[in-house]
């Protein structure tokens, strides 16, 4: 099957327990080629992912058309594909091409809990593309990835992905650390929402210092960003403990280096 597009139509979904929607007719295409999703860590982008392919099924409207192939790839590296026993004993010209193109070892699929972060994320793309999927989506296929494991990926996605690709990235640069929001979820929220929850609370009490110990983990690229520009412009004095040398260059003044 091949499809022209793949449409979200008039959207209503309100999470089990909470006092309003977080999506409200929401109509959206997702035309062949790339579309990013962006957004806020707990905005809802898995969960309008989750409804495109028809995972959740929301209150109102509807997803056409309901008979596309989708391949889905989460955030979660843990999560093993549901088709990585085929994938392995799978050689057919595009199965190479796909394990070529991004790297993959003979004996990755035999292996997969003793895999890296980026090893794994790298096999859970290679399985969804093996599906030829009408559409692919990739729920943050940045997590765990270092930068070399990043650049033969992107690639592959161009060379290799179906005519829709719906992509959840990162967010604009802001907190958005709202605590009802947050609070009021019916779902635990999660450590980067809670880390800047606590960021915010403490920025908030306006201190003379502010002690920070890692402060960007757990957070997203942009929210390190909008950390970064907050803590710049804070007119107390800061002291960060961190490895985060690009937070670093953005946030502060003098850097101080321990050595042994």
């Given at each position: 099957?091949?499809i ?25 295409t ?8 962006l957004?806020?860590?707990g ?91 009408d ?67 403490g920025i ?25 520009r ?28 321990v050595?042994?």
């Amino acid at each position: 099957m091949s499809i022209t597009a793949l449409n979200l139509s008039h959207i209503t979904y309100t999470y089990p327990g909470a006092p309003e929607p977080i999506f409200e007719d929401v109509t959206v295409t997702f035309a062949p080629g790339w579309t990013a999703v962006l957004g806020d860590n707990g905005i809802g982008k898995s969960t309008l992912m989750h409804i495109a392919r028809g995972a959740l099924t929301p209150e109102r409207g509807q997803v056409s058309p309901s008979d596309a192939v989708i391949a889905f790839c989460p955030q979660d590296v843990a999560v093993v594909p549901a088709n990585l026993d085929d994938f392995a004993a799978d050689w057919s010209p595009e199965a190479i091409v796909i394990r070529a193109t991004l790297g993959i070892a003979d004996d990755w699929p035999f292996r997969y809990g003793t895999l890296s972060g980026g090893e794994r994320k790298r096999l859970q793309i290679a399985c969804a593309l093996a599906l030829q999927p009408d559409v692919l989506i990739l729920d943050e296929p940045t997590n765990h990835a270092d930068a070399p494991t990043r650049t033969p990926r992107s690639t592959s996605w161009r060379n290799s992905a179906p005519p829709t690709v719906a992509t959840c990235s990162q967010p604009w640069p802001q907190l958005n650390a709202d605590p009802d929001r947050i609070l009021a979820a019916s779902s635990e929220p999660s450590p980067g929402e809670l880390r800047k929850l606590l960021l915010c609370l403490g920025i908030t009490r306006h201190p003379h210092l502010i002690i920070m110990d890692e402060p960007t983990s757990h957070l997203d690229l942009y929210s390190r960003q909008a950390l970064a520009r907050a803590l710049a412009a804070y007119r107390g004095a800061v002291i960060v403990v961190s490895h985060d040398m690009p937070f670093l260059r953005e946030a502060v003044t003098q850097l101080w280096q321990v050595h042994v």
